[in-house]
């Protein structure tokens, strides 16, 4: 087969705790049809057929899914890696136990800023429990990094947040931008502006040649600076730097919503984007059909627009990550948050 499945995210539930300011899927309460314990664990099931290497676990937040420890467990006896992404406030001494009992090689605890930035942006005083699962979890050695979505506000705090991973023990860091989806598409005056994805790279690149923390940049920030190449292989201990040839979304990986719809990524998550329902038919058979994931699979460089179409890199880049172009409006739009569009943009607004 052409297109070889290696890793996926998957909501388990929109149910959430939390309602944060900056939430690209709007999490509050779960999903109406939302798959049963026995449904997912089929789905785990044909996700371990399919080999998959990788899987991130998501919500909503995922320890409010009953069940979520048994979904954990039969992915793991399928010899797959799993990566947890939580807002840490539900974490306690029972939910680390479980986790120590399977093949969890992250858990990824979200922190958006100093402690009050935090609490604000969270809306909900839960900076110190994160801080507190980050101890329990280190305290049994369970690997972890933390994630910050960047916005206005904590923008300028970035080497503040970094000294206190540090403190925490923390040694990976995401730092992802938040986009106009979501809750942010009704906040929008605290979006970055694009310019500012460059003080993200050079802060990436100063904070990993120094070494004390590590931090890795995402698919929506690039793509093919030297600064960003470099901070990229530092991160990934890499013999030469890795670059960007593509969005994996359907080639190498999909998302899967609580509902059971095979989206390619988990931020796309418009109903014309939808592949299938595990329901209606198998995932292989969905990732397999000639007809699935064909806004990426037959992406060219001749369909985007803007200055994405004239761009140098376009024939291997194809616009960046598809999720900051479909913001826009167009997924074959350009994408303004490229470091190289973002200063093509400062050019000619001087």
Not at 220 to 231: C, F, H, N, P, V
Not at 296 to 321: D, F, M
């Amino acid at each position: 087969m052409q297109y070889i499945p290696e890793t996926c995210v998957w909501e388990l539930t929109m149910n959430c705790n939390l309602r944060c300011k900056h939430c690209g899927s709007s999490c509050s309460d779960p999903r109406k049809d939302e798959l049963t314990t026995e449904e997912a664990l089929k789905l785990a099931d044909e996700l371990g057929a399919m080999n998959l290497r990788w899987i991130s676990l998501i919500g909503g937040e995922l320890f409010l899914f009953k069940d979520w420890d048994l979904i954990v467990k039969r992915l793991s006896d399928y010899g797959i890696n799993i990566c947890i992404i939580t807002n840490g406030t539900l974490i306690n001494k029972r939910i680390i136990h479980k986790m120590e009992r399977s093949r969890i090689v992250n858990l990824s605890i979200s922190i958006d800023g100093i402690k009050k930035t935090h609490d604000k942006i969270r809306g909900a005083k839960c900076y110190d429990k994160c801080r507190k699962a980050f101890e329990m979890a280190r305290k049994e050695g369970i690997t972890t990094s933390a994630t910050t979505t960047v916005i206005k506000e904590n923008l300028g705090e970035l080497p503040e947040i970094k000294n206190e991973l540090i403190k925490m023990g923390v040694p990976y860091w995401q730092i992802q931008i938040g986009l106009p989806e979501g809750n942010l598409a009704n906040n929008t005056a605290s979006l970055i502006d694009p310019q500012d994805i460059k003080k993200i790279i050079d802060f990436a690149y100063e904070v990993n040649m120094q070494g004390n923390i590590m931090i890795y940049l995402p698919d929506t920030i690039g793509y093919y600076t030297q600064k960003e190449a470099i901070a990229r292989q530092i991160a990934t201990r890499s013999a030469k730097a890795p670059m960007w040839d593509g969005c994996n979304a359907g080639i190498r990986s999909f998302g899967i919503l609580s509902n059971g719809d095979i989206v390619g990524c988990t931020s796309i998550r418009d109903p014309k984007y939808v592949e299938g329902n595990v329901r209606k038919r198998s995932l292989k058979d969905i990732w397999e059909d000639n007809n699935s994931f064909a806004w990426r699979r037959n992406l060219t460089a001749e369909k985007l627009k803007g200055k994405c179409k004239t761009c140098k890199y376009v024939s291997k880049c194809l616009g960046g990550c598809s999720n900051a172009r479909l913001t826009s409006g167009d997924i074959y739009g350009e994408n303004r948050f490229c470091a190289y569009s973002a200063a093509m943009y400062a050019a000619e607004s001087k």
